[in-house]
């Protein structure tokens, strides 16, 4: 009996990427509770990103179990990728992504957690109440929704807060994860979730006031530029042909508009003149709408060797942890 339960039971992993988090990082763990219902352990995994003051220091002595060193600071997005798979390395069943400023209350994780355990989801993203939020800016909370609205699109999934890093992992959502861009990982894992067929749930979370600075977001302005590009890039990836045929479509269409006169001038009089600019403008934007389409069925079978690619570096790390690589 007990054995079974012990099988029943999973390791949870909960991660913290950390760039010179010292005052809070301490609070941040101590507030991690160590005992849920139906985890076997709790253990606390820092991603120390090249951090210059005492974030690590600190972080032992509230009781990390385990740090991860970058010798440099690599960014977000690389070190929730090394968090990943430490923690699939050690045996995590489940996965929560906190931040380490101390914004999220940890007191929530066994509600972040519940859908993972209850088999009804292998990714829970948390959401905040970001309008009634009187410390966030009003242009962060602008941007937030923003935000939100692009990844709504890109991954056509109703998304409530797009931006939110407090987030539960089942196993097999962890293992189906490639993050491949070196700022945020946010908005990208939730597009990677849906197209993977990964189901989501949405919990609400309480989030407070930052103490210090912003580690990720310099300028509001830069921080958009950045996350644009990385949806773009991830929704040209999964749905390259959606892209390229809207993108030739525009071109098709100013062709026709341009071209409409001359094809009935020509028609009726079997002459070009006197349209031959237009002639050339219609055929040039005729030509670039033509080979953007052409770009996209070769973005298609890019994106069907990705699929490829994908399920056998899925099946490559279930080898690598000794599991089960056939199903
Ligand atoms: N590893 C790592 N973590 C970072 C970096 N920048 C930000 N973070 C962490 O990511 C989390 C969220 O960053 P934060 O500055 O709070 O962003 P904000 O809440 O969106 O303004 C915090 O735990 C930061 O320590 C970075 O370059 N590397
Ligand atoms: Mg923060």
Redo the contacts with the bound molecule.
């Keep these: 009996m007990k054995k079974n339960k012990e099988t029943q039971d999973q390791k949870l992993v909960v991660m913290?990427?950390?760039?010179?988090?010292e005052r809070t990082i301490g609070q941040v763990i101590k507030e991690i509770p160590r005992k849920i219902p139906g985890i076997s352990e709790v253990l606390v995994l820092v991603?120390?990103?090249?951090c210059t003051d005492k974030t690590v220091e600190v972080a032992i002595k509230a009781g990390a179990n385990i740090i991860i060193h970058?010798k440099m600071?690599?960014?977000?997005a690389?070190?929730?990728r090394d968090g990943l798979e430490a923690s699939l390395k050690i045996g995590a069943g489940i996965i929560v992504n906190?931040?380490?400023?101390f914004?999220y209350d940890q007191r929530e994780i066994p509600n972040l957690i519940k859908p993972i355990q209850d088999h009804k989801a292998d990714l829970v993203l948390s959401y905040r109440d970001i309008f009634n939020l009187d410390h966030m800016p009003l242009s962060?909370k602008i941007g937030n929704k923003i935000a939100t609205k692009v990844t709504q699109i890109a991954s056509n999934y109703p998304v409530i807060d797009g931006?939110s890093?407090y987030r539960a992992f089942s196993r097999e959502a962890a293992l189906k994860m490639n993050v491949m861009s070196n700022y945020t990982y946010v908005q990208e894992t939730i597009i990677q979730a849906v197209n993977k067929g990964l189901c989501i749930k949405q919990v609400p979370c309480a989030f407070r006031k930052?103490q210090g600075?912003?580690?990720?977001?310099s300028n509001v302005l830069s921080y958009a530029r950045n996350g644009a590009g990385i949806i773009l890039r991830t929704y040209r990836d999964y749905s390259p042909l959606k892209v390229f045929v809207l993108g030739g479509s525009v071109f098709l269409f100013v062709s026709a508009a341009i071209g409409f006169v001359v094809l009935k001038h020509f028609i009726t009089t079997g002459m070009l003149t006197p349209y031959h600019g237009r002639a050339l403008l219609s055929t040039l934007f005729g030509m670039t709408g033509i080979m953007i389409m052409v770009f996209g069925l070769l973005a298609d079978m890019i994106r069907t060797q990705r699929m490829m690619l994908e399920d056998a570096l899925y099946r490559l790390k279930k080898m690598k942890f000794g599991e089960d690589a056939t199903d």
């Design positions: 913290i990427p950390a760039y010179n988090e991603i120390d990103d090249g970058h600071n690599k960014g977000l690389p070190s929730f906190t931040d380490a400023d914004q962060k931006q890093g930052r600075k912003s580690r990720l977001i």
